[in-house]
């Protein structure tokens, strides 16, 4: 459900773009900041304000890795998973945070900690291997330095 708050934000979005259509991934980001996901009510709403097709909704919103269709962990780890991340341990590194959290790619751990996806490239080549944790950009992974990053989010800590 979109609050009155994002729904005045997203209105904001609406007059700051010269189309609609413009709005439509700050308003999804947005949605996905406040509630944790975007359900397919949100889909709905946005649709309705922006006055655009819920398929282009869903379309723009099932396209981006960093928007989640489903609830997620507070801790939405994203391991790339493109070329250079893949010849640099990139693969194995998903499976390896998958053993040390007790899950697999895309489920959530039970106490709703942490989630696990396999993405395309973050961006960061020339550093890879890489992951993104909701916002923040981690590189140069080793299999220490994962354990130490989640251990740091496990106790609570934050650090990058
Ligand atoms: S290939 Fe992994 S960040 Fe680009």
Redesign the pocket.
Known sequence: MINENTRKTIERFIRKFPCRDSALVPSLSLIQRENGYVSEADMEELAKILRLSEARIFSVASFYTILSLKPIGKYHIQV???????L?D?YPLVDYIAKILGIREGETTPDGMFSLASV???????????LQINMEHY?NLTYERIEEIVEMLRSGEVWK
Do not use: F, R, T
């Not at 395309?120 to 890489?130: D, N, W």
């Open positions: 790339c998973s493109n070329v250079v991340c893949s640099l990139g395309e490239c973050l961006g960061s080549c020339g550093y890879a291997p890489a590189e």
